[in-house]
């Protein structure tokens, strides 16, 4: 339970509303790039903010904004498992704020900030919430503009200038909230992999980069500069992509399945300057491997290199939420010979002052399992730390083999 008012309050930190989450529904409030959030239509969401404390001690908790309602009962707030009532209610003209007394932090570690309304508002402004006391001046609190989780990526090393034609890779998707992409083969020119689109559409995406250093927009970069379509499987969409560098851009609706292995296969097939790059996916509904596209990219004739997969959260409205897979066994075919990478290295994007650290990896028999958000108290891990000890797995399957023997086949033709 909240406890008495701390006395003597060393320091004042706070957590504006928009760089909290919305529970259940993360579409539940309008969050603005900065400022108060406005109206709380429903009171079946709730506001959720998360502070790693570093030291034990009591903090003090107090509300603020605008044309909260004064009195004791309006607010409700749950600190971890511990929840409390306001205790009282002080109004300066239209400016509020509402004190919910102390709570005591016992342990290191992530705690959780839950804030309900007893009744809806269209009036209300929740400016976020104060904390004080001696625990909060080494607390690590957001203070970037990010509300999604930082990304991971799990690197794949390869020899240099190794002839590699194929890369074969799979993906245990453990958890799945929204805006999740787990790809599982990328490389210098592009990235293959699954992505959690709403709450009833999944897709299988697979992209290529084209040359060229424009970043945001495809209508700027010269048409020989630009990836072309080759081939495209029944029901896949393409398209162009920007932003994050420009390119071809395909993918396949399709209700892959949490907890159950997703496998990938790229291929390069270098001509002269330009690399046909391709991505196949096994369909575990139909057991067969299907093509997602081709893609001829200009200014190339190189083979696979810089391999990596990562997890990513692309909106962040669920920034709060874990994102948990295995990745691996992670293959390769340069010439005729298949090798297994059994050692990688581990990069991250929380290297921001004051975001978060809930993101590791650990090496799990023949895979290694990579997570990212969750606020959970396993990470940080160092930025590009190397990993080995992966076990070795039986080489690709006949089922592989045989589509790659299909697909050199018809290049004969």
């Known amino acids: 339970m909240l406890t008495a008012i701390l006395a003597t309050q060393t320091t004042e930190r706070i957590m504006p509303a928009f760089r909290a989450y919305s529970e259940p529904s993360p ?8 400022g108060a959030i406005k109206g709380w239509s429903s009171t079946k969401n709730h506001l959720v903010w998360f502070v790693k404390f570093r030291s034990a001690g009591e903090v003090h908790v107090s509300l603020y904004g605008k044309d909260l309602p ?10 971890s498992n511990k929840s409390g009532q306001i205790a009282s209610g002080d109004s300066n003209g239209s400016d509020t704020s509402l004190d919910f007394g102390t709570f005591n932090v016992r342990k290191e570690g992530y705690v959780r900030f839950e804030l309900s309304a007893l009744s809806a508002s269209s009036s209300v402004q929740i400016g976020g919430l104060k904390l004080a006391g001696a625990p909060v001046a080494t607390a690590l609190i957001n203070e970037t503009k990010y509300r999604s989780s930082a990304s991971v990526h799990v690197r794949w090393p390869a020899p240099r200038n190794a002839p590699i034609t194929w890369f074969y890779n799979e993906i245990v998707p453990k958890s799945s909230p929204l805006s999740t992409y787990y790809m599982a083969c990328g490389w210098s020119r592009g990235y293959f ?6 709450p009833t559409e999944r897709r299988v995406i697979f992209s290529v980069w084209d040359s060229g250093k424009e970043k945001v927009t495809r209508d700027k970069v010269d048409k020989e500069l630009q990836v072309q379509l080759v081939e495209k499987g029944p029901g896949v969409f393409t398209g162009s992509f920007g932003n994050e560098g420009t390119g071809g851009h395909s993918h396949l609706l399709y209700s892959w399945k949490t907890d159950s292995v997703q496998r990938f296969l790229v291929r390069a097939k270098p001509i002269g300057t330009k690399t046909i790059y391709s991505g196949y996916y096994y369909f575990n509904d139909r057991k067969s491997w299907g093509l997602i596209s081709s893609w001829s990219a200009p ?4 083979y696979l290199g810089s391999l990596y997969s990562f997890i990513e959260d692309f909106w962040g409205g669920e920034g709060q939420k874990q994102r948990l897979a295995d990745f691996g066994p992670a293959w390769i075919k340069a010439g005729s010979d298949w090798s297994q990478v059994t050692n990688g290295s581990f990069t991250h994007t929380a290297r921001m002052p004051n975001y978060r650290e809930d ?9 290694v ?5 969750g606020y959970t108290n396993e990470g940080p891990v160092t930025y590009g730390e190397n990993f080995s000890g992966i076990k070795p797995s039986r080489p690709p399957s006949n089922d592989v083999l ?12």
Do not use: C, H, M
């Open 27 to 34: 579409e539940g409030f309008q969050f603005p790039e900065s």
């Open 359 to 367: 993101y590791y990896y650990k090496v799990s028999g023949s895979r």
């Open 402 to 413: 045989n589509w790659i023997r299909s697909v050199e086949e018809k290049d004969k033709e």
């Open 299 to 302: 200014q190339d004739g190189k």
């Open 193 to 198: 992999g699954i992505q959690v689109n709403s």
């Open 70 to 79: 004064t009195g004791n009962g309006t607010f409700k707030l749950k600190v």
């Open 369 to 373: 399992t990579a997570s990212a958000g």
